[in-house]
């Protein structure tokens, strides 16, 4: 039994299209797909691997992802793919935490890696552009293999490394259940089917452009339009044959910014969804008024792939995560006493329990077991409320709420005003040591393109709209908000930037 193989890579077995590679101009049937990974499930096994053995992979985007992940997946291999921005330095950590067998990797990162290589205790393999490198001189050399491992619903399917903005990164194993649950519900939640082409230009390291956009175009047996990665011009190009875009926040503000982006060539398109980071109201509304399609904006982590989704038939409301997937529990949590479930429209920490939440973190109990409820609820880290309908609404992580002169402030509500300010782009507010209060608001602004905000102004909204304590005590005014590549502002980059800013003063 092997219940994610059987769904994802052996269901589709005819000849028709999985990938469709807009900049080579060629197609990767299921047939074929599923004839590659067998082919790699062989090169693998020949390698010495064997079921619940760890392959970290880090090459650029391209299809050998799927396919290096479809052989681990049929031998029970543990697949872990990184960051393509990684260096070789945090590389380093990665091969040594994982105790990985096996590293498959660009020959340019091998050069990068050079010292590493010669006290290797695992195979490096490479992998370049057009089947070149090592890898493959033995891959040609593979007949298909057909044996499949026999897997438990619990069997480690794959590590992801969370992106640890705060400390090192931790690995999140994730079960054969979690990928299958998840998928299963998306697809049916976001009714994908087979006749689906799936605009597809997120990187595959991270769980939303791997197990969300992938694993539910296989589970559906949709067609994927493959983009190496995002260009607002190669999105327009594509959105006329096209029926669903995945995307973060920051695809749609690009594409805003084009003047092609209308009605008419997004007609063909059934539904545009966001995720991974928060998307403005704003935002969703001028796409709307644009285009005619309300965003589908959802929520979810590594840990627990995906959790909260606004309904495909129903109301999106802009601004909100939606509603908790099928099967999925979650419940907001008093900040102090974690033992009080808070009542619709108080904010606490949002805790969640079902098939989709992780195993744990990769050898380290401790830390999985501080994480986890003593029932099973797993804590996001996320603050937000739930609203009388129990729609969700994030406002931002557990360890960026502000605590100045003894009163929390969450910078979400301050970052909403100043984003309705006619000449703001968006912001960011963040919290540092401060002598007097603990800690000192700061508001961080980007200002529309060829606008200059009139801080006065804005200054006299925020007096009207919020309590005297949340009022920043000092605005910047930047050209850029320091983004990770899924999108997220990295407030912790601010914090550190800006953490001097009330040192010897009482203001
Ligand atoms: P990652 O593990 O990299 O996927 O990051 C997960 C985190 O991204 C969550 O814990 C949230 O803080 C944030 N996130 C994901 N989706 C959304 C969303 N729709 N709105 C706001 N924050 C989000």
Redesign the pocket.
């Known amino acids: 039994m092997n219940p994610l193989f059987d769904q994802l890579f052996a269901k589709n077995q005819d000849s028709k299209i999985f990938l469709s590679f807009f900049d080579l101009d060629k197609t990767l049937t299921y047939d074929k797909f599923l004839n590659e990974i067998k082919c790699t499930a062989n090169c693998l096994k020949k390698c010495g691997l064997e079921k619940g053995d760890c392959l970290v992979l880090q090459i650029e985007k391209s299809h050998h992802v799927f396919t290096i992940y479809g052989a681990c997946v049929q031998l029970g291999i543990i697949f872990i793919p990184l960051n393509t921005s990684y260096t070789g330095f945090e590389v380093e950590y990665f091969l040594n935490d994982s105790e990985c067998k096996i590293f498959i990797t660009t020959s340019k990162m091998l050069k990068e890696l050079g010292s590493l290589e010669k006290k290797r205790s695992f195979n490096i393999e490479t992998i370049d552009a057009d089947y070149k490198g090592s890898f493959f001189s033995k891959f040609n050399e593979n007949e298909p293999l057909d044996f499949i491992e026999g897997l438990d619903e619990n069997d480690t399917a794959a590590i992801?490394y969370?992106?640890g903005t705060t400390g090192q990164s931790k690995g999140?194993m994730l079960s054969q259940k979690n990928l299958l649950s998840n998928a299963l519900t998306l697809s049916k939640a976001w009714e994908f089917t087979a006749s689906d082409i799936l605009l597809h230009a997120l990187p595959i390291y991270?769980?939303?452009g791997l197990f969300v956009a992938t694993n539910i175009a296989l589970i559906s047996g949709s067609q994927i339009r493959f983009l190496k990665k995002f260009d607002v011009d190669d999105i327009i190009l594509n959105l006329p044959s096209t029926t669903v875009m995945m995307g973060v926040?920051t695809f749609y503000t690009r594409l805003l910014e084009n003047n092609k982006l209308n009605k008419e060539i997004t007609k063909n398109m059934r539904l545009f969804i966001?995720?991974?980071?928060?998307?403005l109201e704003d935002t969703h509304k001028k796409f709307n008024d644009l285009t005619g399609h309300n965003i589908l904006?959802?929520?979810?982590?590594?840990?627990t792939n995906m959790i909260t989704s606004n309904p495909y038939t129903g109301d999106r409301k802009a601004g909100t995560?939606g509603v908790v997937l099928e099967d999925v529990e979650i419940r907001v949590v008093a900040v102090e006493n974690k033992k009080e479930v808070l009542k619709n429209g108080e904010i606490g920490v949002i805790e969640v329990k079902g098939p989709n939440v992780f195993k744990g973190y990769w050898k380290q109990p401790e830390k999985t077991k501080s994480e986890f409820r003593e029932d099973g609820f797993f804590i996001?880290?996320?603050m937000g409320y739930l609203d009388q309908d129990q729609y969700l609404t994030?406002v931002?992580?557990n360890k960026d709420l502000i605590i100045t002169g003894g009163l929390n402030v969450y910078p979400k509500e301050i970052e909403t005003i100043i984003d309705t300010h006619s000449d703001v782009e968006e912001s960011a507010v963040v919290g540092v040591l401060h002598p007097d209060f603990g800690e000192g608001i700061i508001a961080i602004i980007v200002e529309k393109s060829g606008q200059t905000v009139n801080l006065q102004s804005l200054k006299e909204t925020l007096r009207k709209n919020i309590a005297g304590f949340k009022l920043p005590k000092k605005f910047h005014i930047i050209k850029e908000l320091p983004r990770?590549s899924?999108g997220?502002v990295q407030k912790n980059i601010l914090r550190d930037t800006y953490k001097d800013e009330f040192r010897e003063t009482n203001k």
């Open positions: 992801l969370t992106s999140a991270h769980t939303h926040p966001s995720g991974s980071a928060p998307l904006e959802r929520y979810g982590m590594t840990e995560v996001t880290g996320d994030i931002g992580r990770n899924m997220k």
